[in-house]
Nanobody, 123 residues
Framework: QVQLVESGGGLVQGGGSMKLTCTLS????????MAWIRQAPGKERDVVAS????????YYGHFVKDRFTISRNNAKGAVYLQMNSLKPEDTAVYYC????????????????WGQGTQVTVSS
């Protein structure tokens, strides 16, 4: 059974940086497309960043604007989200998600989800 566990959330001051980590167990990590998806209170979920396992294609949400970087380490079974120049509007619960299917940037394309980690950016 595939399980995803996120870590690295917390409170950070605006303009600061934070790195989230997600580890996958129960599957062959290198064959999973991975994503970070966030949801702020009262708002829809948004794909922050995703990485397709078949060709390495990377997608970023329009609001990222070169501030965030997604990366993965197949040997460790981990995907990362480095977030720089954080803004109060980045405050949300950040979820790690995975699928073995083809992804095209949609939020509902994932079969497995982590429990989420809270990121709070103060002004």
């Amino acid at each position: 059974q595939v399980q995803l566990v996120e870590s690295g959330g917390g409170l950070v001051q605006g303009g600061g940086s934070m790195k989230l980590t997600c580890t996958l167990s129960g599957g062959t990590f290198s064959r999973y497309s991975m994503a970070w998806i966030r949801q702020a209170p009262g708002k829809e979920r948004d794909v922050v960043a995703s990485m397709r396992w078949t060709d390495g294609f990377i997608y970023y949400g329009h609001f990222v604007k070169d501030r965030f970087t997604i990366s993965r380490n197949n040997a460790k079974g981990a995907v990362y989200l480095q977030m720089n120049s954080l803004k109060p509007e980045d405050t949300a619960v950040y979820y790690c998600a995975a699928t073995t299917e083809f992804i095209s940037g949609g939020v509902d394309e994932y079969d497995y989800w982590g429990q989420g980690t809270q990121v709070t950016v103060s002004s």
